[in-house]
């Protein structure tokens, strides 16, 4: 069964449209910070600069996630790789990454930048966070970048996530939450949903959400999220959004990066 929804194609298309035309991301677009900017320098080295420039995420989960050699990791929504190829390369030989995404074109991307850095210990599945191709009770440690908040069914993906996790296991995400109510302007975006914004729940309902399908020591950890992130988003989405309508100090004190962790119960 796949999973699909107005916007889910929305996201799609967005994203295939982001990767068919550039090499690296960060134009305008809410789910891109400059890579340098979320990963500690010293992490990047180990990939070429072009590889680690193609980041849609608004975070660095491979810090957060503390990987150990050996462990099976699954990132949710892996885009180009980047995230995939970093975390194969902690967790060495004797690990194995997967990789989820629902759009080819990203697929393909990250299979091609996996090659070049030559690592056989990561695989790339299409697929949906909704309803994951990944068997029951296998995963270490699960990672996901700025990717949740697109999902127009959050509670499936944490169902999802925690019956892959094995026992014991961790999740370790990067995402944008809220703290209060977006404009409904911005809410009733489907342009502003695939930047990463009108998607994103208040954090404690993101706990709630979590914690409801048996995950437990949930924390979330905010994380500076810049107003000029936020206003080259905005400009993106200006051809269906009235931004007269909306506050712009309303959205910068409403949205936010986040860092979450939380376990399967061993
Ligand atoms: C903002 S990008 C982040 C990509 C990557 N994590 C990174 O940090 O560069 C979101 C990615 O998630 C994928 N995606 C969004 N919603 C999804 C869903 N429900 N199921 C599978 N993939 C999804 C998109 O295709 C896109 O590649």
Known sequence: MTTNTPIHETVREHYAERIKNSASCCGSDACCSPESSLYPVDLLTTVPSD??????GCGDPITLASLKPGQTVLDLGSGAGLDCILAA?????????IGVDMTPEMIE???????RVNLKNVEFRHGYLENLPVESNTVDVIISNCVINLSPDKEKVFNEAFRVLAPGGKLAVSDI?????????IKQSLSAWAGCVAGAVEAEDYVDMMKSVGFTDVTVTPVFFDK????????DMGDVIDLKSISRDDVYKAIYSAKIT?????
């Not at 590889?51 to 849609?56: D, L, N, Q, R």
């Open 262 to 266: 939380a376990y399967k119960p061993a």
């Open 51 to 56: 590889i680690a420039s193609t980041s849609y």
């Open 89 to 97: 390369q902690k967790v060495g030989e004797t690990g194995h990454v």
């Open 177 to 185: 939450v809220t703290d209060g109510p977006l404009p409904e302007a």
């Open 109 to 115: 991307r990250a299979q091609a930048n996996a090659k």
């Open 228 to 235: 000029e992130t936020v206003d080259s988003a905005l400009a």
